[in-house]
């Protein structure tokens, strides 16, 4: 038998000795990877095994009126929420909660449809849950592995309906809105505005969102709570100051007949600020918060009240006699009139042209009027007049060139322009028929095509009362944000204004259409209007100003009552009592005897400033 050599075997121990040493020294640098190099991911491998992320909702900026009250804010609130877990351990505890939570079948089901759209975040059960809610489930937390309570900030609106229109309410975003680049950065789940200032002024009052984390078990159970350096707290929204007096919006809500469907609206003379901006029927905002049920949803949506519906802003109605102040304005600045002149032809209740005789609103006529007359009287025949003067196409042009077809410019997300035709091919567009001299009459008494929005008549009436300029009207005080809309111009000189003005203080004087709503210690000057609506009741304006006698007015109210036939008794007095209540406030006068000279007179009582002459 052949014995190998010496050599060859320590040539084979050694290449073992090499081979044994490479390798260790390979599971050195192994071992030296995984617990040095990797050391940091396998730590984070394992905190994400027994750490759940949770968003930490960021309280919504207050807002507040133009005296520091709170308009709305935010107050604590618990939310019950699910961790991430398997889908049938989710349902299965869905069920289980729902007696204690009172959800229903059809509520389990929409949670659990939430809950497969965005599995890996947290399940808000109930954004809003009340104490015995709160109490049934912590008490069988055991039977709950991934429950979870937290507080969270609710919104709470302090007047309820009285600024529901204003300021909105709030909603769980939508899908939609989720793909819109307005809501880029924003998740599942998100609470925004859904109208008003709320949604207006939506990137404002939100804030940026924290993050806690909370540590479960291999059940996902939670254990306990982590508030480490990587806690991050959310951001707090911007608070905003709004140019609304929250006393007169309440004062408004207050007086408003609660049985009929209209809109107030009060701006600043100086800056076009809104003082109040008030819709009727309305809603309480406080309901959406932590979302509305169904019954309530159904409920509000198909009155036919429409109570979501913001008149003021979106509600367009003809603006009949309050809108005859147009008429005189152009023609004023055409030239085709002067305040003095009287018209040719006296009112004798009616006028006739072409083949068919227009009436006056009063049968037995007004007989020969000046411009200050024809506004006192609200004289259509008068108005038919001044319209054949300034013809169809010059009328047409001039209230476009103002803008009586064109939004205010409110920073509301939502806002009609007004209607009213562009030129006089707009009848063979719309109706198919060319349109003859005669729509001028129409046109004229604020007839016809022609609907204005509560708030545009507004805005009209604060160049009125200004310089024959007017603002954007404006609910934002501050923080100060932009307005893509100018100012808005009559174009009329200090005389013709002033002229206006004369014709308004005549509505409100002895003689005047609304004498009865005079005010004892204010000036008041107006214009009444009763727009023509068939085949239901006519729909009752009127819009005024007022101010200190001998002073510049300082308040524009505008109040339309649909249905209410006349602007007179029934419009008039709440514009009366809406700007006596808000100059009152200001000069510190009591507000406890608040009346107009027509509830005086019911109540038996003499009014001293009855028979003053000029006194609105």
Known sequence: MRLDHPLSRRQRAQGARWAVALLMGLLGVAFFRAQVVRSSAWALQSDSNRLRALPLPAPRGAIFDRRGRVLADNVPGYSVLLLPAPRDSVAATLRRMAPHLGLSEAGVEALLERFRSNPRQPLVVKAHAAFPELSAVEERRLEFPSLYVEMRPRRRYVAGAATAHVLGYLGEITSAELESPNFRGYERGAVVGKDGVERQYENLLQGVAGVRYVEVDALGRIVGSFRGTSRVPPRPGHDLVLNLDLDLQEWIHHIFPDSMRGAVVALNVEDGGILALYSSPTYDPNAFVGGISPE????????????????????????????????????????????????????????????????????????????????????????YQLGLRIGLERLIHEATAVGFNQPCGVDLPAERAGEFPTDVSWWQRTFGYRATEGEVLSLAIGQGPNSQTPLKMAQFYVALARDGTAPPPRLLRSPAVPLPHSEWSLRLSPRALEALRKGLRAVVAPGGTAHLASLEHWDLLGKTGTSQNPPHPDHAWFAGMAGPPGRPPEIVVVAIVEFGESGSRTAAPLVAKTADYYLRRKYGIPVDTIQTLGEHLRAGRPAPWASRPGQG
């Open 296 to 383: 309530n949803w159904r409920a509000l949506s198909e009155d036919p009240g429409q109570p979501l519906f913001n008149r003021a802003v979106l509600g367009r109605y003809p603006p009949g006699s309050t809108w005859k102040l147009a008429t005189a304005a152009i023609g004023l600045e055409l030239g085709v009139v002067s305040p003095e002149e009287f018209m040719p032809i006296p009112c004798t209740g009616a006028m006739s042209f072409g083949n068919r005789t227009w009436r006056c609103w009063a049968p037995e006529g007004h007989g020969f009027q000046n411009l200050v007359g024809a506004v006192r009287h609200s004289c259509d025949v008068y108005f």
